[in-house]
């Protein structure tokens, strides 16, 4: 059974920092892109960072410079670093994984809530 569970969301100042983490079972996790995407309230889930199997990484516009991803293979575990945050970065966030064949999985989520 494959699993992905985040961890890390939170209530922060905004200015402030936040570390998501997202634990993977049940898939080679190695052979998987990872992602992390958010959905606020009344709008559409948007992609956010990814980072492939190779450590190739992208990040949407709105939080380039401020956020960044990782993977740790050994810990099956991918993390998203999350500083200078905003109010407009509060939103819950999803952990995805993805491969060639199509095969993708969804977490279900943490709520992270930016105060201004």
């Known amino acids: 059974q494959v699993q992905l569970v985040e961890s890390g969301g939170g209530l922060v100042q905004a200015g402030g920092s936040l570390r998501l983490s997202c634990a993977a079972s049940g898939i080679i996790f190695s052979i998987y892109d990872m992602g992390w995407y958010r959905q606020a309230p009344g709008k559409q889930r948007e992609l956010v960072a990814h980072?492939?199997?190779?450590?190739?990484?992208n990040y949407a516009d709105s939080v380039k410079g401020r956020f960044t991803i990782s993977r740790e293979n050994a810990k099956n575990t991918v993390y998203l670093q999350m500083n200078s945050l905003k109010p407009e970065d509060t939103a819950v966030y999803y952990c995805?994984?993805?491969?060639?064949?199509?095969?993708?999985?969804w977490g279900p989520g943490t709520q992270v809530t930016v105060s201004s």
């Open positions: 980072i492939t199997t190779g450590r190739i990484t």
């Open positions: 995805h994984s993805s491969r060639w064949t199509g095969d993708t999985y």
